[in-house]
């Protein structure tokens, strides 16, 4: 039995058996409470730094496939799970997670009380967390733990490191994607609505995104705080009102910021794919995806421009707003799941509304 041990910022430690790599590392604790999806997950460049505790007991079941990535790597800094299953049955498995875990340097540990470790999150709020050895002194364990440093600088490491092109057959629209650590369901779904997408680094500059005159312009999801990439809260000021705008996650932080409006962290945030929202327009119950530990703040929203459309059910904090007359639409949850891909259409609307502008084309090139 390969021994390994889990040690929590608060000094709480937990044995187990490890998977994965066998490596020891630190990182920002946070669990997801969806019962699958696991490889969309650890492929998820949003968790980017983060220690990924699933509460569901069951993880590994049906295998990784090569299809289902978000991305070409695997982002998590290491995973727990109450039962890895290393025997997939899924007739579409390629691999195992322990492998795709091994082969990209993430530590897994099983054998964990995961609902123990969910309600220390809960309760205390985020924190750091170690996987390590099992024969590590625990205090030594807790210094290093405190001592660490987290990354700031996730969405320079996820971003892409040139413009590159997503196209589609008969496209009726060009949307630019800032890359701030874009899914690939996302880009699917630009595609599928009959847009060609152009993918941008995340600190590209307005010139060069006019240069492949797209239609809208799309802020996706990633790690870190807004705080850590202003320069694209100032490219939304710079097309606001010019070029239709929506962003996802962090996307959506942005706009708010750029607005004015205030974002602060959360004790330990949203993570899963079971996220009750309620639409204030519509009246409707939708359940989301989510994946974000800072928040827009409802109450600074009074005079920026922007309108809540979206509060979550649980804990009343803001998930969606809108700018109706500048042609804007943020959303902190991932608009892709079924029941809330009408923003995409939504966002496509506001992309023909702008085409008709007679003016139009002169403020966008």
């Not at 079941?61 to 899924?90: Q, W």
């Not at 152009?198 to 790690?223: C, M, Q, W």
Request: aromatic share 8%; glycine share 8%; hydrophobic share 35%.
């Amino acid at each position: 039995m390969n021994k390994r041990m889990l040690v929590l910022e608060n000094g709480k430690c937990f044995l187990g058996k490890g998977f994965g790599a066998n490596e020891t590392r630190i990182a920002e604790l946070v669990f997801n409470t969806s019962m699958v999806g696991y490889q969309e997950i650890i492929s998820d460049p949003a968790y980017r730094n983060c220690m990924l505790c699933m509460s569901y007991p069951i993880i590994g079941s049906y295998g990784l496939t090569d299809d289902d990535f978000e991305s070409k790597a695997v982002h998590i800094s290491g995973m727990i799970v109450r039962e890895y299953n290393d025997s997939p049955s899924n007739f579409r498995f390629t691999r195992t997670l322990a492998e795709v875990l091994r082969d990209n340097g993430a530590p897994g540990i099983e054998r964990i009380d995961t609902r123990e470790v969910v309600r220390i999150i809960r309760t205390e709020g985020s924190m750091r967390a170690m996987i390590t050895d099992a024969d590590r002194d625990v205090e030594e364990c807790v210094k290093e733990i405190k001592a660490y440093s987290l990354a700031t600088n996730a969405v320079k490491e996820v971003s892409s490191k040139s413009v590159w092109y997503a196209r589609t057959r008969n496209p009726q629209f060009t949307v630019g994607i800032i890359d701030c650590g874009v899914r690939s369901t996302m880009i699917r779904k630009f595609k599928n609505n009959g847009c060609n997408a152009v993918v941008f680094p995340y600190d590209a500059t307005k010139e060069e995104i006019l240069k492949h005159r797209p239609n809208g312009l799309f802020i996706s999801d990633g790690p870190d705080a807004p705080s850590t990439v202003m320069e694209i809260a100032e490219l939304v000021k710079e097309f606001k009102g010019t070029l239709p705008i929506m962003g996802i996650g962090l996307g959506a932080h942005l706009i708010a910021y750029a607005y004015g409006a205030k974002i602060s962290k959360m004790k330990f945030g949203h993570n899963g794919a079971n996220q009750p929202v309620k639409n204030l327009v519509t009246g409707e119950i939708e359940i989301t995806s989510q994946n974000h530990i800072h928040v827009i703040d409802k109450d600074s929203l009074a005079g920026t421009g922007l309108t809540l459309t979206h509060v979550n059910i649980v804990d009343g904090t803001a998930e969606g707003v809108i700018d109706a007359d500048n042609y804007v639409i943020a959303t902190q949850y991932h608009p892709a799941e079924e029941g809330t891909g009408y923003l995409f259409e939504q966002f496509i609307n506001f992309m023909k509304k702008i085409g008709g502008r007679k003016n139009a084309k002169e403020n966008r090139y």
